[in-house]
């Protein structure tokens, strides 16, 4: 089974600042590869996905995340951050179906 | 559409109770799934679902039963609550392999 790993934890950050958050899977195959959001009190939301083709893929708000296959890894990035992007930020992998999820990262937004 | 709902959206229970937690969705996913969200532990999978008469564990599925007689609902049981399972939890559902859309939460406090 596949493991998830987000190396931050906790990520503190002042307006405008830029955001890079880690996220690597355990192994190769076939994967399609996920980033939801979590903002306080709420559910989990799609921020963006990964299926095929070109490994930069742009989400919603701003927010875009780079495959890199070789390093099993997908990071997501976003140029300058705002205090709304405060939330949780979950990394998840989806292998034959089945989902694995990384532990997240709190993202904090300093204004 | 509604998307994934779930009932109730707070429950306190005592040790030793019994309860279901309701998920339905409207979309038509064969895939389903109930995680539980715990501070720092991120999501962990419960149990989940490929299809109406088809279910399987997860990482935590112990205290935890499930059933899916039809493709809409995907209720959880808790068979005698302990305190270990005051916890959020969240059910989701996705076509396979594709994102997966979660429901507001339940957010259960046994005693």
């Known amino acids: 089974a596949q493991s998830v790993s987000q190396h931050n934890h906790h990520v503190i950050l002042s307006e405008a600042a830029s955001l890079e958050l880690g996220c690597n899977y355990s192994?190769?195959?076939?994967?399609?590869l996920f980033w939801y959001v979590q903002y306080p009190g709420q559910h989990l939301q799609l921020l963006l996905k990964?299926?095929?083709?070109?490994?930069l893929v742009k989400g919603i708000k701003g927010f875009e995340a780079e495959f890199i296959k070789s390093k099993f890894s997908f990071n997501l990035r976003k140029p300058s951050v705002q205090w709304s992007d405060t939330a949780e930020y979950f990394c998840?992998?989806?292998?034959?179906?089945?989902?694995?999820f990384g532990t997240g990262t709190s993202l904090t937004v300093i204004p | 559409n509604a998307g994934v709902t779930q009932t109730p959206k707070f429950q306190v229970l005592k040790t030793g109770q019994s309860m279901t937690l309701q998920c339905a969705q409207d979309?038509?996913?064969?895939?389903m799934s109930w995680y539980r969200q715990d501070p720092g532990m991120g999501l962990r999978l419960i149990h989940y679902?490929?299809?109406?008469?088809?279910?399987d564990q997860g990482e935590v599925p112990n205290g935890y039963n499930v059933s899916r007689s039809t493709t809409e609902d995907f209720p959880l049981r808790l068979l005698s609550a302990a305190p270990s399972q005051t916890s959020v939890y969240f059910c989701?559902?996705?076509?396979?392999?594709?994102?997966?859309?979660f429901g507001p939460g339940t957010r259960l406090t046994v005693t």
């Open positions: 979309m038509n996913h064969e895939y």
């Open positions: 990964y299926f095929s083709g070109d490994p």
């Open positions: 989701a559902s996705s076509y396979m392999g594709y994102e997966q859309y």
């Open positions: 998840a992998v989806n292998e034959w179906s089945q989902f694995y």
């Open positions: 679902s490929v299809g109406a008469g088809i279910t």
């Open positions: 192994y190769g195959g076939t994967v399609n």
